[in-house]
């Protein structure tokens, strides 16, 4: 599963740390100055501290935007459909507010542009910052000068490109999208100005997160931008030093298996294989084999609601949307026959792949982030730290509970349209939680909007159920099945999940909740 439309993704931060030394970076900077608010990644944390020096927090916040709200926004948005939440920080100094910041993906080229947005109290522009550029070409956006040509700017600036902002000859198409996206944003945040006051504070990922209180003696938190969302740790220990060698090494191993599997960077071992001409043999990683068979294994299992080789199919939508051009039945046909398992060849001894049809593409986005938590779990099992939950965009892991006999309390989202509360509470111990949603995260295509979630069966959007959410052991399975029950909906075979010691609950359209193989928790009462 691979994202179609991009979202704005929550910026989040944790704890700080204590004292740092003399002649801190950014980073270190703002774990001093910013009690309990600490952000793992070194950009993002520049970035907020070269525009509110003085904070000394920075607050989550997350807006549901109403119907009417979005109707309004409806035609007016060049990169994105209306959003159903709007997610940033408001930087604040004894309780002061001192602006907003934002965090958003925007389509380069072919890849996404990752880039913060910067708003004063007015929601003006402060300013623009490039966190990570992943192509080859058109880079020329991440200068200073360039950048700050969108300071002052609000949403009664037209912003356009060629007269507001000057374009970069040879960067055009990453110039238009860094353009569109900021004006996208201040709209957004316009239209929202009024309504902060009805911010469901629970609502922090795409589908589930933790929504216990940070109470708990020894809580550690870390987090990082990471697989284009954000991997929060929370651990309980008194030993701070063991967990940052933990969460270094855990953050460490996620990066490098995004460097192999990412489909958005050109130099990943999936994407050379994607690239390959026909017949060539491609080198593959241990790692990536062991995954590769597992999805394989997965997707047989559950009659091929989750399929690794729809990476065609998955491109043939994500530039229908860019081109606001459906796909005709024969392209959708077309993508699918290059979508067939056989579309590969597979030496698992030899440690190799090759691709036998032109446009056969791997997309491992639906178990990707699931084997990198499982990943992530053992550097924390081999540190003999088992009192976690983390959650990876909206994806959690649990070990052991923050204390002898409790779970990690959590929620399920719920997605339906000008939803305020949570679906579903639980306890979460010693399993993962997965829940695939399309209300946040889906395409439009002349204002009819598509799940990001593609049927392998039919190449076309899946269209089974609000949301679905497994509860498995591991975070792998939870991951690749929790979007093979959202596909197949009411078809879905609990037998696949029984084997597995799996569960899932289920929130069809019509309202009704099913839950299967004892879905444990309860409903949130209306």
């Given at each position: 599963m691979v994202l179609l439309g991009f979202c704005i993704a929550l910026l989040c931060v944790g704890t700080a740390s204590g004292t740092q030394a003399a002649a801190p970076s950014p980073k270190q900077s703002l774990e001093r100055r910013v009690p309990g608010a600490v952000g793992d990644s070194p950009e993002v944390c520049a970035a907020l501290a070269r525009a509110f020096p003085d904070a000394d927090e920075f607050v989550p916040r997350v807006i549901a935007l109403s119907e009417a709200q979005r109707a309004e926004l409806k035609g007016a948005l060049r990169s994105r459909a209306a959003p159903r939440l709007w997610s940033y920080r408001e930087a604040r100094r004894a309780g002061v507010l001192l602006g907003r910041a934002v965090v958003d993906d925007v389509i380069g080229k072919s890849l996404p542009i990752t880039y913060m947005l910067l708003l004063s109290p007015e929601n003006r522009v402060r300013a623009v910052e490039v966190l990570t550029y992943r192509e080859s070409h058109g880079g020329e956006v991440r200068r200073d000068r360039w950048r700050a040509q969108f300071a002052g700017a609000d949403a009664s600036t037209a912003l356009k490109l060629g007269s507001d902002i000057r374009s970069i000859a040879g960067a055009t198409m990453s110039c238009r999208a860094l353009t569109d996206g900021v004006?996208?944003?201040?709209?957004?945040?316009?239209?929202?100005?009024?309504?902060?006051?009805?911010?469901?504070?629970?609502?922090?990922?795409p589908a589930a997160t933790s929504a216990g209180p940070l109470a708990h003696?020894?809580?550690?938190?870390?987090?990082?931008?990471l697989m284009g969302t954000l991997l929060e740790l929370r651990v309980v220990t008194q030993d701070r030093a063991r967990f940052d060698a933990a969460a270094d090494a855990g953050f460490a191993r996620v990066a490098e298996l995004e460097s192999l599997w990412s489909t958005w960077r050109e130099d990943s071992e999936i994407s050379r294989l994607n690239a390959a001409s026909v017949g060539q043999w491609c080198s593959l990683s241990s790692a990536t084999l062991e995954l590769v068979a597992r999805a394989k294994e997965l997707g047989g299992a559950s009659a091929n609601g989750f399929a690794m080789e729809s990476g065609a199919a998955v491109e043939l939508w994500r530039r229908a949307e860019q081109l606001q051009r459906a796909p005709s039945n024969a392209e959708i046909a077309a993508a699918l026959?290059?979508?067939?398992?056989?579309?590969?060849?597979?030496?698992?001894?030899?440690?190799?792949?090759?691709?036998?049809?032109?446009?056969?593409?791997?997309?491992?986005?639906?178990?990707?982030?699931?084997?990198?938590?499982?990943?992530?779990?053992?550097?924390?099992?081999?540190?003999?730290?088992?009192?976690a939950l983390f959650n990876f965009g909206g994806q959690l892991l649990a070990m052991e509970g923050p204390q002898d006999g409790a779970?990690?309390?959590?929620?399920?989202?719920?997605?339906?349209p000008g939803a305020t509360q949570a679906l579903w509470e639980l306890e979460l111990r010693n399993a993962s939680l997965a829940t695939s949603a399309d209300d946040q995260r889906g395409g439009a295509i002349d204002g009819l909007r598509f799940s990001h979630i593609i049927d392998p069966r039919t190449g076309r959007p899946a269209q089974g159920s609000w949301s679905c959410s497994v509860l498995a052991r591991s975070a792998t399975e939870a991951d690749a099945l929790s979007t093979a029950c959202f596909v197949l909906g009411a078809t879905a075979d609990s037998e696949t999940l029984t084997k597995r010691n799996a569960s899932r609950l289920v929130l069809?359209?019509?309202?009704?909740?099913?839950?299967?193989?004892?879905?444990?928790?309860?409903?949130?009462?209306?």
């Open positions: 004006r996208d944003l201040l709209l957004i945040a316009d239209a929202l100005h009024h309504s902060e006051s009805a911010t469901p504070a629970w609502t922090a990922g003696e020894g809580l550690q938190v870390r987090e990082q931008l026959e290059a979508s067939q398992a056989g579309a590969f060849q597979w030496d698992f001894e030899g440690g190799r792949a090759r691709r036998l049809h032109g446009s056969a593409r791997i997309d491992l986005g639906a178990i990707g982030k699931g084997a990198a938590l499982d990943a992530l779990a053992r550097e924390f099992e081999a540190r003999e730290l088992r009192r779970g990690w309390p959590v929620q399920i989202r719920d997605p339906r069809e359209f019509d309202g009704r909740i099913l839950r299967h193989n004892g879905f444990p928790g309860l409903a949130v009462t209306p």
